[in-house]
């Protein structure tokens, strides 16, 4: 084990459970600090509320603040400069990637919903507040491919009608972008939009939301700044749209190959 976590370790007595956790800890230190509580317990092959035991065990009130605790260990010191400390939050990012790329090992969960989203017309697309840019993102994307996205970016009324339109023009689904603080609208439009009969799939932070959704695809977020950054769920967003495409590929290349004639006709790009 790496000699940080021998210190927080020293003279404790820990259970057979928690040594598994301290031994994965200890083998894949470099990795585990960009983990959640949820997917650590996963790869050590213990329970959640296991590893929050294991924090309180080592003096922490949870595992988020173990998880800072180990940091230092790994991306550098306390006495980091202020350059450092920005470096240390694309570190925070590239193992969010990571998180996601080893997610999708096993691509089924998102092949098979790109393929009910391709199928879904018209395709509404929700996201507020901070979301709002992500949705907004996945929802130019997918009308290069599909024929009918509906982006809804506002709330109250306007979003009502949006559901209640989608719906009545044959939408079985919903994809929403729900990222952290999790507006509360948007959680009542995930109700909303089930009461209508609407299947509901959700990009988001982590798999155990306070919500209900059919599906749900997370994607860690970066933490380290004064405001959460995305680059995880965008490119998880953006591995959506690709399993869309590949689920009709007739027409995503008839339809790519149509706006390529109509950028070029109407001189959109300088190049």
């Not at 929403?176 to 959680?187: C, I, M, S, T």
Request: hydrophobic share 45%; charged share 20%.
């Amino acid at each position: 084990m790496g000699g940080g976590l021998d210190r927080l370790l020293e003279g404790r007595r820990l259970s057979p459970v928690q040594r598994r956790i301290a031994r994965y800890l200890g083998d894949h230190l470099a990795e585990a600090i960009f983990l959640s509580s949820v997917e650590l317990a996963e790869r050590a092959g213990v329970s959640q509320p296991s590893v929050t035991r294991f924090a309180m065990v080592l003096g922490f009130a949870g595992y988020p603040e173990l998880r800072q605790a180990l940091r230092p260990f790994v991306v550098g010191g306390q006495e980091a400069s202020r350059a450092n400390e920005l470096q240390t939050a694309i570190d925070v990012e590239i193992g969010n990637l990571r998180a996601v790329r080893e997610g999708l090992a096993d691509p089924s969960a998102v092949t098979e919903l790109g393929a009910a989203l391709a199928a879904c017309e018209p395709l509404p697309v929700l996201g507020l507040r901070v979301s709002s840019g992500l949705a907004t993102t996945f929802a130019y994307y997918a009308r290069r491919i599909h024929p009918d996205v509906r982006l809804l970016t506002h709330g109250g009324s306007e979003l009502a009608d949006g559901l209640h339109t989608a719906r009545r023009a044959g939408a079985g689904w919903l994809l929403a972008v729900v990222l952290p603080r999790y507006p509360a609208e948007a959680v009542q439009a995930l109700k909303n939009a089930q009461e209508l009969g609407l299947r509901t799939a959700v990009i988001t932070d982590r798999e155990d939301v306070p919500f209900a959704a059919d599906a749900v695809l997370a994607a860690p977020v970066g933490e380290r700044l004064v405001f959460d950054s995305h680059a995880a769920p965008l490119a998880l967003a953006m591995v959506l749209v690709e399993a869309m495409a590949d689920a009709a590929p007739l027409r995503t290349q008839a339809r790519l190959e149509e706006y390529e004639r109509m950028t070029d006709q109407a001189g959109v790009f300088t190049a």
